[in-house]
Every structure is written in structure tokens, then in C-alpha cells.
């Protein structure tokens, strides 16, 4: 359709046609040269704005709009009608703009979504049409580097969305771009719409999914396989982000495939690295090593076994044996602490389980189930994360004994959207006497506590996923392994500001997110190439290629292909 310099497009599209082709779409910045040779005279209004000046008017509406679902609304229908001029408004308003594009506000427009459903965006793969994949994916006229794919099933910590799950990869790719600089036309949001078991979304009569429950077993598996080759063929290279799959078969999609493609899974992977990274930074101030620490992880799921992994490798990293760092993590699901003699103990949780007879000693109110208060009690953590999708679950209770124990307690209630964040930053450093060091997984404001205030991080897989995006590219690599991720997470402690403040944020502004993202891109990249899934360069051409592999919304020249 079009070809790039780095000054200019040339296109055969004009007319209404070129307008209606967001990548290409300036609207009123077209100029008069353009106007004439691309037969738009007429076409748009006779005034010439530059990108500054649309900025200024599309601020001044979005701010016009009642709500977020609104303003989301809105953006989204910029991106459908003019890519450059929407990330252009996002980055020059990122901090306001990011909590409506994605988290907590794409958790609702995934709710909402077959009712403010506008303009088709991303491929829909459903389950009756699983013999067209080919078909369905050539439809994708031009080459993609980056795929997010869902399956609807665990959206946030809103559970099965169906369809309406799509607005995840969306939301996802918008960041790859918005904050990794990977161009939006190399971008491709997928839903494999398998069914849904939500009542509410099959009783819809909006409801644009496939109307049926949810294909399970061997038939849910070999889609999978048939969807993965399908990739494969079409887009040899890609990078494939697995995005909100439920527990059962988000690890063991992973483990599948991980060494046929280049893929990871940001719910188990990426969440790792930026609450390990968050982690770290939040030991800076208390001045404590990771191996001298005890976990509580409240949350069984991708995200809790991704942490507490991730978390036990960085352990052992200082000197711990696999052995101590897993005696000092304690996991708890809705059935009480993962213990090595509970009944039908899955393959994936054994690893994080707990030797029954090294808690011999506890005092626990029941013999049978061990809680979160009985794990507070007797194992005295100084971490505590949450990410069960259950709002309410640290309770003053909890809290306070866990404060009475320790000097700084580290609390990170990560669920999503912020309705189900385990407990809200002003109750924590409320119960804490403002001693804890808080990281949330959605957006709060700042927080004041005895006349003080306190920025509240907001620890999100943006400052990692974009990151990963750029870097793998930059250097084409043909695998994403564990050591990667690792990189991406100390790199991330790295620029945190409490290493030069105690009392500022654990991590930085969002102003900032092209920058940290390029430094922790140098570090996964780097890290790429030494375990050998990437070509060897030499460490100032690979800054000069992950910036030249920063897409940057700007209007180019646009002439008539000959």
C-alpha cells in the first residue's frame, strides 16, 4: 500500500480513500501541495493546521468528554482515524491519557465493548472459521513484527470478557508503540474467540463474539497449534505475546511453544519483571538484600507464579540455593498456603509449595488450611503481594500485624482494574503509621498521611513489555528466554528514584517512559545476544539501533506512488 523513507510516503491511495487510512490520515495538516497532487481539494477544511495546533484542539475535546469511558471512546476513535495525530496527543499527555487507554479504564471498555463497538481494528479468529486461518491471516496486507493474542478468557481481574477481550491486545499494542517506539503499522491485535461461559455476554443481544461456551480439551489445543503455525507461516520472525489467557492454560501455552517461536507471556513473564524490578528498588530504601527476605504471595494464578519464580532466580542469584530461596516464598490461593501434601497440586504450583513438616511449629487457626493472617503470623514476611483480583483481601488486621514485625513492610496490592486492588495506598499507609513502601497494579493519586505526601507507583507491565518489544526487534531475536526478562527487571531498578531519594517513587514517571524504555531495551538486548538468541553488535551500534527503531509520531511528506 505505501513505502517509507525517512522524509517521505509514497502512496497510490488518494481522495477519500487516503483519509480514511489512519497510518496515512494528517487532516488538516495536509498542506496545499498535498492537497492538490493527492486530490483532496475540497476534501478537507480550507484552513492548514500543523500537528502542534491538532494537538491543541483533540486535548481541548478529550477534556470535554463526562467520562472515562468517554475519553476512551474518544481516543480510540482518533486512533482509527488519524495513528500519528493519537500518539502524538498520548505522549505529549501520557500521565493522564495511559490510565484511559489501557489500565484501569480498558477493563470497562472490554465490559462495554460490543456496545461501543465502531470500526473493525485487529483479526478476530472464531472457532467455527478455525479452517480459514491461512485465509484469515493474509488478509493482513502488509508484514507484522509484533502480535498480542488473547482469548478473552481472564481479562484484568475481570475474568471471561469473550470478544470483548480484543480490547486487551489493542490496548497493549498502543503502549508497544506509545511508550517501545514500535511502529503501528507492524502492530497486530488478535482474539481467538473460542466462546464464553459469561451469562451476561451470551445474553447480550449487542454481543458481537460467537455465541456458544467456551471450546475446552483436546479441540480448545489443537486450535491453538493450528493458530501458532498459522503465525508461523505467515509472519516467520514475529514476536507473539500471549495476553490474559486463564491460569490453567497460560503456562502450559507457554512452555509449548516458547522454543518453536520467538513469544512470552506478559501475565507470567513481564509481571515478573516489573514487580521484581519494584521489589528491588523498594530494598534500596530499607537497605536489605532480596535474600534476606520473606515473600507472601497472595495469588496462585499466571501472575503469582511468574513473581515468586522470578523472585526465587533473583534469590539465588544472590547467593541463596533454589532449596532456601523457595523456603523463604509462601504462596497462597483461595484454598490457604500451597503446601507439598495438599490433594491434586498441579505440576505448575508444585515448585512454589511448602514443605508441610518445616511448619510444624506454626500457630495456625486450623490444621487444615493456612491462611494469609497464619502465614503473617508465623512467617513474619517483609514482602507482601497481592494478585488475586479480589479487592479487600489486606485487611487492617493482616496489615498491622505484618507492620509489627517489620520496619518498612512492602505492600504491593497489584490487581486490576483498581476496583479490585487488594487494598487501596491510603489504608496501607494508614495501618502502617506511613512506614510501608507501596507499588499498586492500576493508578492511584498521590497519597497524604500525617502532613505528608506520598507518590504512590503505579507497578505496571508498561515499563517492561515495550521495552521487550523494541529490544527484540532492534536486534531480531529469535527466542525470548528467562535470563531476558531478568535483565528487563534489574534494569528497571536501575532508574528507579528512590536510589537517589528514599522518599520519592519506586519508580519513574510516566513522562519518562520512552527513556526508561530505552534503557532497559540496551539491557534485554545485551542480554539477548550474550545467551546467544541474537546476532552479536557492538554496544554503541546497538544504542543507535534501538533508537533508530523508535518509531516517533511525526507527519512525513506524503507523495503519489508512480
Not at 138 to 154: K, L, Q, S, Y
Not at 297 to 324: D, F, H, N, P, Y
Request: glycine share 6%; with cysteine; proline share 5%.
Amino acid at each position: 500500500m505505501a513505502t517509507q523513507s525517512v522524509s517521505s510516503i509514497a502512496t497510490s491511495l488518494t481522495g477519500t480513500q487516503l483519509i480514511d487510512t489512519p497510518l496515512l490520515n494528517k487532516s488538516t495538516a495536509f498542506t496545499q501541495e498535498e492537497r492538490h497532487l493527492l486530490l483532496l481539494e475540497g476534501l478537507l477544511p480550507p484552513h492548514y493546521e500543523t500537528l502542534d495546533e491538532q494537538v491543541a484542539r483533540c486535548y481541548e475535546a478529550f477534556s470535554e468528554q463526562p467520562t472515562d469511558l468517554e475519553k476512551h471512546i474518544y481516543l480510540r476513535n482518533l486512533q482509527d482515524t488519524n495513528e500519528t495525530l493519537f500518539y502524538r496527543l498520548m505522549l505529549e499527555h501520557i500521565t493522564e491519557m495511559m490510565p484511559i487507554v489501557y489500565t484501569p479504564i480498558v477493563g470497562l471498555a472490554c465490559q462495554k465493548f460490543s456496545h461501543i463497538y465502531r470500526r473493525p481494528r485487529g483479526i478476530f479468529i472464531s472457532y467455527p472459521e478455525r479452517e480459514h486461518m491461512d485465509h484469515i491471516l493474509a488478509n493482513v496486507d502488509h508484514e507484522i513484527e509484533v502480535i498480542v493474542v488473547t482469548d478473552g478468557e481472564r481479562i484484568l481481574g475481570l475474568g471471561d470478557q469473550g470478544a470483548g477481550g480484543m480490547g486487551i491486545p489493542i490496548g497493549k499494542l498502543s503502549l508497544y508503540t506509545l511508550c517501545g517506539g514500535i511502529a503501528p503499522e507492524k502492530t497486530l491485535p488478535i482474539l481467538l474467540d473460542l466462546g464464553t461461559n459469561n451469562e451476561e455476554r451470551l445474553k447480550d443481544p449487542t454481543y458481537i463474539g460467537w455465541r456458544e461456551n467456551r471450546i475446552r480439551g483436546k479441540e480448545y489445543d489443537d486450535f491453538i497449534e493450528q493458530f501458532v503455525q498459522a503465525v508461523m507461516k505467515r509472519f516467520p520472525g514475529v514476536l507473539l505475546q500471549w495476553e490474559d489467557f486463564a491460569s490453567v492454560d497460560a503456562a502450559p501455552i507457554l512452555d509449548r511453544y516458547r522454543d518453536r517461536l520467538c513469544t512470552f507471556n506478559d501475565d507470567i513473564q513481564g509481571t515478573a519483571a516489573v514487580a521484581t524490578g519494584t521489589i528491588l528498588s523498594a530494598l534500596e530504601v530499607t537497605k536489605h538484600p532480596l535474600s534476606d527476605m520473606r515473600i507472601a504471595m497472595l495469588g496462585a494464578g499466571s501472575a503469582g507464579l511468574g513473581i515468586t519464580l522470578q523472585l526465587q532466580k533473583t534469590m539465588v542469584r544472590e547467593g541463596l540455593t533454589e532449596a532456601e530461596a523457595k523456603q523463604r516464598c509462601f504462596v497462597i490461593d483461595q484454598d490457604g498456603l500451597l503446601c507439598d501434601d495438599r490433594a491434586n497440586l498441579n505440576e505448575t504450583l508444585k515448585p512454589l509449595a511448602q514443605n508441610r513438616q518445616d511448619l510444624s511449629t506454626w500457630d495456625c487457626a486450623t490444621a487444615e488450611s493456612i491462611g494469609l493472617a497464619d502465614v503473617v503470623r508465623n512467617a513474619k514476611p517483609n514482602v507482601l503481594v497481592g494478585v488475586t483480583g479480589v479487592a479487600g483481601l489486606f485487611t487492617e488486621e493482616v496489615v498491622r500485624d505484618m507492620a509489627n514485625h517489620v520496619d518498612r513492610p512492602i505492600i504491593f496490592p497489584l490487581s486490576n482494574p483498581t476496583s479490585r486492588a487488594e487494598a487501596t495506598p491510603a489504608n496501607l499507609l494508614n495501618w502502617t503509621d506511613g512506614k510501608a513502601l507501596v507499588a499498586t497494579g492500576s493508578p492511584f493519586d498521590p497519597v497524604t498521611h500525617a502532613g505528608k505526601e506520598y507518590t504512590i507507583a503505579q507497578c505496571n507491565n508498561s515499563y517492561i513489555f515495550p521495552a521487550m518489544g523494541l529490544a527484540i526487534r532492534a536486534v531480531g531475536a529469535s527466542r525470548v528466554v528467562d535470563e531476558m526478562f531478568m535483565a528487563a527487571g534489574l534494569a528497571l531498578r536501575e532508574v528507579s528514584p528512590a536510589l537517589k531519594d528514599p522518599h520519592a517513587s519506586l519508580l519513574p514517571c510516566l513522562e519518562d517512559m520512552r527513556s526508561v524504555s530505552l534503557h532497559i531495551a540496551k539491557a534485554v538486548a545485551t542480554e539477548a545476544i550474550r545467551q546467544g538468541v541474537a546476532e552479536s553488535i557492538a554496544d554503541d551500534e546497538l544504542e543507535n539501533k534501538l533508537q533508530d527503531t523508535m518509531w516517533v509520531p511525526e507527519y512525513r511528506e506524503i507523495t503519489l506512488a508512480k
